[in-house]
């Protein structure tokens, strides 16, 4: 299907495990996104990727891990997951430039939960 | 980085126009103003976007003043259904781009 998706749609870890949210884009858009939305908060920007092979920190990069080898994939890793850690989290994806480059899509969010 | 500035909340009743004022002081001469929409539990979704002037769509209208130091959305005759949190951005021109999406405008429309 052509989009955004995400996966998975909930999962509840453990402290100190592993996890990796995927995203998957079926657009060949250049700029991918991962933003975490958490209650009495907007959405704060972890990373985010120009191009394959091309990352950058946002505003809140610290405990996650980025990668891009496709363009159509922009995997998040929490290498240790921590309680704070506890959010929901959202894949965005857009051309990136000119007039379209604020016009961002998401998908429909990862919902984590760090017991 | 343009800042934005929006109120954190508004009321408005079925029936009534809303108009969120959304600054932006800094903004660049190529900058464009974008607004989303996000419902519970949902992803944010672009509703519309401008460069000056007035926009319209079948959703909303944008209106951008001449020295684009602010924006307004205007939602025509809300129903319940509009509310949501709305989120105004400005793009960055030249350099990287990093879309900061703030805390928005949550808008409640009451019966």
């Known amino acids: 299907d052509a989009g955004i998706t995400q996966s998975p749609r909930y999962k509840i870890t453990e402290t100190g495990r592993q996890v990796t949210l995927m995203c998957h884009q079926t657009?060949?858009?250049?700029?991918m996104f991962w933003y975490r939305q958490d209650l009495g908060h907007g959405l704060r920007l972890i990373y985010y990727?120009?191009?394959?092979?091309?990352?950058d920190k946002g505003e809140v990069p610290d405990g996650y891990v980025v990668s891009r080898s496709k363009t159509e994939n922009f995997p998040l890793t929490l290498e240790s997951a921590t309680r704070s850690q506890t959010s929901v989290y959202f894949c965005?994806?857009?051309?990136?430039?000119?007039?379209?480059?604020?016009?961002?899509?998401f998908g429909a969010g990862s919902r984590l939960t760090v017991l | 980085l343009a800042k934005t500035t929006q109120p954190i909340s508004m009321d408005s009743y079925e029936g009534q126009e809303v108009n969120i004022t959304c600054s932006h002081n800094n903004i660049a001469t190529n900058d464009y103003i974008t607004w989303y929409q996000q419902f519970p539990s949902q992803g944010p979704r672009f509703i519309i976007q401008?460069?000056?002037t007035k926009v319209t769509n079948e959703v909303a209208s944008l209106f951008i003043p001449a020295d684009r130091k602010s924006s307004t959305l205007s939602l025509p005759r809300v129903s319940l259904s509009d509310t949501a949190v709305y989120y105004c951005l400005v793009a960055l021109s030249g350099g990287s781009y990093i879309p900061t999406f703030g805390r928005g405008t949550s808008l409640i429309v009451h019966p």
């Open positions: 965005a994806s857009s051309v990136g430039a000119g007039p379209g480059a604020n016009v961002l899509t």
């Open positions: 657009w060949s858009h250049s700029y």
């Open positions: 990727s120009a191009a394959a092979d091309i990352t």
């Open positions: 401008g460069y000056k």
